[in-house]
């Protein structure tokens, strides 16, 4: 039985990163790590200079985690629905929409840690909520 699962459409990488991707964000939006010292959280040399950048990524890449989520289970959905059996095409597609979306998903958040803070690692004038 599990492995005529596998060999499915349904049993896709975009459907399992999606989900990964989905409670990935909703796990760290619930509970946000406190330092950069804990074992989860998004760690990238921007997010890593100080506590305030490093509340920031958390918070902006548990937003992008859900959403690339969400759309990645629905990419897979959508292939699954689409296609009749694991053909390469179907690789690419779903093995494509993972990185993608993982790569997205880092360089959005990247870019709003910069757009936020300067050089120092200082909140820019006029950011703060």
């Known amino acids: 039985m599990?492995?005529?699962?596998v060999h499915t459409t349904y049993c896709n990488a975009?459907?399992?990163?999606?989900?990964l991707f989905?409670?990935?964000?909703y796990f760290i939006?619930?509970?946000?790590?406190?330092?950069?010292k804990s074992w989860y959280g998004y760690r990238s040399f921007l997010s890593t200079r100080n506590p305030e950048m490093w509340?920031?990524?958390n918070q902006e890449a548990a937003y992008m985690s859900r959403r690339v989520g969400l759309i990645l289970i629905l990419t897979g959905v959508a292939c699954a629905l689409i296609f009749d059996r694991q053909t390469d095409w179907f690789m690419y597609i779903t093995i494509g929409a993972v990185v993608a979306g993982t790569m997205y998903m880092v360089g959005y958040t990247e870019w709003q840690l910069s757009q936020h803070f300067?050089?120092?690692?200082?909140?820019?004038?006029?950011d703060q909520d």
């Open 118 to 126: 300067d050089n120092e690692g200082r909140e820019r004038p006029g």
């Open 29 to 36: 939006r619930r509970f946000p790590p406190k330092s950069t």
């Open 22 to 25: 989905f409670f990935m964000g």
């Open 55 to 57: 509340h920031a990524a």
């Open 2 to 5: 599990f492995l005529k699962f």
């Open 14 to 19: 975009a459907i399992f990163a999606g989900l």
